[in-house]
């Protein structure tokens, strides 16, 4: 290792308390952007990011949207690769409180049998993770006064809420975002010893369905059996969804489904992914997908249609006879290879149709939509930083892929032109979009040194 | 008409507006049963009514139960026909609140099309109903000094949340409470001009099943496709209920609902009962239940399954990728003929249980059970009341089934062995269980004079 990055290193242990405190400073604003209740507060997020990244030095600010601001920040070398970091620092809803350890916005140390970690809403999703690499810029920026590569900061604060703003942002706003490359720090471990560059991401179609029945809830017994319940039409297009083998049921779902190469394959099977473990650790066994298929395909590789929720009549305690006059659910959809998010919305809208008996009418809105990723590995950074993480963490680097949706990434080859690296440090049991969400002070640690590692590698490509 | 008679009823209609504003005074009390918070106010509203019985001269007390109290007044003759008098003082939840035009429980006085309501919470079911008695026996007492009958009040404060407390409260008080026959005001009208003796009621069981799958709920990219979902679980179950025929599917569930008879069915197709405008009074235009039957078969004499409620993951604004821990749902089904709720709960748990997959478990909570009705109407007191009716409204009174489901008549036959006599006043439009549940005044003042005729004639049968 050169004295360059072993200073660095240092300076980053030595800074850790500060790093959490910043940390714990920005969890406390719960900047929840699909709840409108939350709106100053997401702003406020922002305003506290421009204020750290301005005072590190980068020419800092906050750019308006139709929705939530961008936060953007330039700064570092004059010469050299240009790397553009994306994260962001909007988080999900809290609910059920109920189910919360500690309130949700007052971050706490806490010593687990895995180690100590940090725990509030956004703590892993995306808070800790985008402070991983602000940290490490202000180690580099302390030690030697600068960073070794060019840095823009695109910070968007509307990711839980399916980035309304985030095209027209990037389209109106190219040539100032065109990077070398991107960073995507939303991202996990492949284990808690073993770090992962994300290649595959899924692509994510939400739909939300309201049946709607009669003018008004009714009396089960003066109406029940002559008036149609839209609940029990909710319930059967609900199960059509799927058939018994676990497979979507939309017509033409699987047209643009490719299976994986035996390639990958083999590199997916060396990784000796626990199944039962994954599993086990939220109290389950079984994969429950498609028959045939291994859950680290089920998740990695094939595409999912999920009830996200489900509403209608009388939720709360004790009974009520009443028969609803509208019943609602959310669905999505996570996608693979080239499945078109806008052909399969209207499959699943005729799917629905479909199935609305007379005296129902259905109302659909719309939650985002976009294609699955697929990383061009081919770029020598890739390599460069697979090594950086493989030097920092126990076990080397691997390429893999992801359940999960991050948009951004397809966005940034399709409108910037420029591939991705997606790097994180989350483990499987953050808890993320759950109650009691948390983040290792290892990954922060570790995060904080990985891309201090990275941006030294990366410079000299 | 007798002099007995007539100067009763003039005495009604001289004092409809204060018996509006005793009525006003009871409704603004919110007794909302099946919900703990209210508990204060069930009681409050049982006070008010010992209170105002007390007050017409009746022995009255609260009779405490494990649950809400039991109203019980004993007073009139001393001789000749012994009535117990059955309603509800406690009412049906409000929500969803948003869609009430005025406060549930500030009654207000309106003119409709159809002629002045009262609207509050309760107007109709059911303490605009049991109003109108204690009305007609206040006219009466304050007219002649006494009744013609003997009374016995039994007025219930749980029968909104299953009446937990009845059996055990009528198995105790055995004696005090049996007399010649009883009388039971929480039904309709046929029609605005037709009177109506309902003689059959159906029967009910209430069921909430909740499935439990992964410990938490989890991230849909992270986890779907891999874990189990138990809103897709719930759905399936849900819509495995009904067959295409729109038939219950549970085994055995039609073993014991008997086909009506033929003099019946001529009965009901005299009625002339107009199922478009039935449908069309709530948006609807097609009877939804099982094919081949009409709508007044459906709700009179057909068993039925309906869901009530269905609740899982994130029902807010916006959109949550969760992959939900739980679903639940609160399903109730309508009984006919001899079906034994018993039975057809054991059999409801083994349908249920038959389709939940292994790393789902599933939890049941009960909610009421009783079996169907059907009257002996060859008492004189049947003819001597429809007579009655029949002088009263535009239209002769009916002899006609009831789709909702009062368990009281069984019990007060199985347990008191005594027939009871089902006469009440409210209209299908009257939005019970619904928002803006409203009670006509010419419900209430006929009601009362319909009582005031009913004592007078039962008096000498």
Same mark, same amino acid.
């Given at each position: ?9 240092e ?7 500060? =790093? ?23 702003d ?9 990244? =301005? ?18 920040a330039?700064?570092?070398?004059a ?45 892993s ?6 402070? #991983? ?39 109106a ?8 490359l991107?960073l ?45 319940n ?54 389950l ?35 009520? #006879?009443?028969?609803?006059?509208r ?28 199935r ?12 985002g ?14 390599? =460069?930083?697979?090594? =950086? ?24 080859? #399709? ?10 440090f ?36």
């Open positions: 290792m050169t004295a360059r990055l072993s200073s660095v290193l300076k980053i242990d030595g800074d850790m308390p500060q =790093a959490l405190d910043r940390l714990s400073e920005l969890l406390r604003i719960p900047s929840i952007s699909t709840d409108p209740a939350h709106k100053a507060d997401v406020r997020a922002a305003d506290w990011l421009v204020a750290e990244l =301005a005072g590190l030095g980068f020419a800092a600010r906050k750019d308006k949207t139709a929705g939530h601001p961008m936060v953007i330039e700064g570092g070398a010469t050299g690769p240009h790397l553009l970091f994306y994260g962001h620092y909007d988080v999900q809803p809290v609910d059920p409180l109920d189910l919360w350890d500690s309130p949700p916005f007052e971050p706490r140390l806490e010593e687990t049998p895995a180690g100590k970690v940090i725990r509030a809403r956004g703590a999703d995306d808070k800790g993770q985008l402070m #991983t690499f602000v940290e490490a810029c202000r180690a580099w920026l302390s030690v030697h006064g600068n960073l070794p590569v060019k840095v823009t900061f695109c910070l968007e604060g509307e990711e839980e809420s399916g980035s309304p703003s985030l095209v027209p942002y990037l389209e706003n190219r040539d100032a975002l065109k990077a070398d991107a995507i720090c939303d991202t996990g471990l492949f284990d808690a010893q073993t770090p992962a560059i994300t290649t595959m991401l899924r692509g994510l179609l939400g739909e939300e369905i309201i049946i709607h029945g009669p003018a008004r809830d009714l009396h089960s017994g003066s109406f029940g059996g002559a008036a149609m839209p609940a029990r039409v909710l319930a059967r297009i609900l199960a059509d969804l799927h058939d018994d083998q676990g497979r979507v049921t939309l017509p033409g779902f699987y047209d643009d489904v490719p299976e994986i190469s035996e390639e990958i394959r083999a590199q997916w099977e060396a990784l000796g992914f626990d199944a039962q473990a994954f599993l086990g650790a939220v109290g066994e079984h994969p429950a997908g498609e028959t045939g298929r291994t859950a680290l395909e089920m998740i990695w590789s094939r595409p999912t249609c999920e009830i996200n929720g489900m509403n209608s009549g009388y939720t709360g305690a004790g009974f009520k #006879t009443v028969l609803p006059a019943a609602s659910a959310k669905v999505s959809f996570r996608l693979v290879g080239s499945q078109d998010p806008h052909k399969l919305r209207a499959a699943f809208r005729d799917f629905v149709r479909a609305v008996p007379a005296d129902c009418r259905v109302e659909f809105l719309e939650h939509a976009s294609r699955a990723s697929v990383m061009e590995t081919s770029h020598p950074a890739f390599e =460069a930083a697979r090594q =950086a993480l493989s030097d920092e963490w126990p076990k080397p680097a691997a390429f893999v892929g992801a359940g999960g949706s991050i948009p951004i990434a397809g966005y940034f080859k #399709t409108i910037l032109g420029m591939d991705s690296m997606l790097i994180g989350a483990k499987d049991d953050d808890q993320i979009h759950s109650p009691n969400e948390k983040y290792d002070l290892d990954s922060f640690l570790r995060g904080i040194r990985s891309w201090a590692r990275i941006l030294d590698a990366v410079s000299k490509v």
